[in-house]
Structures are given as C-alpha cells and as structure tokens.
C-alpha cells in the first residue's frame, strides 16, 4: 500500500481536565470539567490529512492495554491505516495529562510508556517506500529520536516535513542536524525556533534555510503565520474565531500546510490552508474534534 503522508511520531491518550486556573506552584485550582481524547502531535496531525482526504499511514507504537485500543480504534475511524503501529505485549502506552484554562491556555504533563521503546528495526521501510512526504514530530525518549534519523538516511527520496516541538527544539540545531539537513519543510513554533536558533522567527527561519531546509513556516499563534523558502516571504493573519482549547492547534496547522504542499498550492495559500485549519481546531476541546473536512475549506483553497 502507497501513502501519500506517513506520519512517524508518539501515541498519546490526552487526558483533559479545564480549570479555572492554571495553578502554580504551592497553589490550587478548580477542575470545572475533564475529557479523554487520542492524541500525539503527528497522530493529530495525521487525523487533520485523513479528514481532507489524503491517504495517510502512521509508524508508532502503543501497548496492548486500553489505551492503546483507544488509539487504533481513532485511528481506524477517521481512515489512517494503522499497520505500521507496533503493539507491545508489555508496558503501558503513552497519555498526557493536560490542564486548560478558561481563555484556552494549557499546561501539560507527559508520561511517554512504550513510545520510548521504539527501535528503527521495528520499522517495515517498506511502509513508508513510495510516499510523497515522511512528517515527523518529536519522542522524549533516545530510541525512537534514533529509529527517525536513520529512517531517513534508508529512505533518501522522501520529502520530509517537521514539527520538532518543544522537546526536541530543547536539544539544540547541532543535535536535530541529520534530521534538519534532510527536512523539506521545518514547521516550528516561534518559541521552538527562538530555542533552537537564539534569533526572531525571520533570522531563525533564515538560519534553517542555510542548513539546507527549503521552506520554514512558523506558527505564530494568535498572530498567524510566518512562511518562506528564500526567495519570497509572507506573515499571514489568522483567521478569527472564539478559542475554546489550544490543544492540537499547531498539529492542526501542519495538516493544512502539508495538505497545500500536496496539492501544489503556492506558499502563501500553504500559509492561509494551516491557518484555517489551525483556527477550526481552537473552537472545540481537544486536539481533533474541530478538525475540519475537505468539504469544509474554502473553495479557492481545495
């Protein structure tokens, strides 16, 4: 089976809980609600390409407890193929334990399980021969961060996107180089950038573009988006919508920019296509059930 996207990154279950406050430390807070929900930055964003309809696979891996099934079972609902998941007979799998709120801000607390386990020889290379774009995110753990860089030296005609997140942003350009020196697309937060680089989002994205990278889009926020590939440049506005949760909006993003580079949209209607699809994802608590569908987006941008 050929993918258009195969998404490599952690398998999370996002236990949710909104309070009144994020508390500090020696404080307290009220939980008004709470909510359970599969999550993992690339398996969100391999959810977003499901839902406009592009043909996605995943590499992961989950334990063979309830989480897990949570994870596969979302997974099969929403049309991403799922033989690429590794299940363990042992261990517990990945959940993120996250507090949110009420104006949408979050804290989160990540307990890996098994997704620090995965090795590159459990990886099928056949599974991934044939895609057009490898998106990668980031794992706490040592193991996986290896199986993902000597994935793409098997795999060298690959276009590769990433999303490094804070996590891996924390390990410094130097450490992240094999993986930067082959990415396509470098899909960073400003903070992430900001951590990696020691410059703003333009000299930062100008930084990783003389590594080799060939566009940079930063995820801005609440102030859009900031896209380039060295020749042109474009800091386009957000869409405005009332934020309910942030969880997922940056995976979202990355669905609808990776979607426009498959579609061979321009780079700014790359920009605008994350931005939309970011902006319906901050209206609904959790990472994916504001995710929008193809029939959703605005038809110039389909």
Not at 32 to 46: L, Q
Not at 112 to 139: C, M, Q, W
């Amino acid at each position: 089976m050929t993918f258009e996207v195969v998404c490599f990154g952690a398998l999370n279950v996002d236990k949710l809980y909104r309070v009144d406050r994020l508390a500090g430390a020696d404080e307290e807070s009220v939980i008004i609600d709470f909510s359970e929900s599969p999550g993992g930055s690339a398996a969100n964003t391999a959810v977003g390409l499901a839902r406009l309809g592009v043909k996605v696979g995943y590499i992961g891996k989950v334990a063979k407890d309830r989480e897990g099934e949570l994870l596969l079972k979302a997974f099969l609902s929403e049309g991403v193929d799922t033989s690429g998941i590794i299940v363990s007979e042992t261990g517990r799998s990945g959940s993120v334990i996250g507090f949110v709120d009420q104006k949408g801000n979050r804290a989160l607390y990540l307990d890996p399980g098994v997704n620090n386990t995965l090795k590159y020889e459990e990886i099928n290379l056949d599974y991934v021969r044939g895609a057009k774009i490898l998106h990668l995110t980031s794992f706490a753990g040592k193991l996986p961060f290896e199986a993902q860089k000597k994935l793409i030296e098997s795999i060298s005609d690959i276009k590769v996107t990433f999303d490094p997140g804070v996590i891996y942003a924390r390990k410094g350009l130097d450490t992240l180089k094999p993986i930067v020196k082959r990415t396509y697309a470098f899909l960073p937060s400003e903070g992430e950038l900001r951590l990696l680089t020691g410059e703003d989002y333009r000299e930062g994205a100008q930084i990783l573009l003389n590594e080799g990278v060939q566009i940079v889009a930063v995820k801005l926020g609440g102030r859009g988006c900031y896209v380039t590939d060295g020749n042109e440049e474009h800091l386009i506005s957000p869409f405005k919508v009332e934020v309910i949760d942030t969880t997922g909006a940056g995976d979202a993003f990355c669905a609808g920019f990776i979607y426009g580079l498959l579609r061979g949209k321009s780079l700014r209607e790359c920009g605008v296509l994350g931005n939309f699809v970011a902006s319906r994802c901050l209206t609904k608590m959790g990472a994916r059930d504001g995710l929008p569908r193809f029939e959703d987006l605005p038809c110039d941008l389909r």
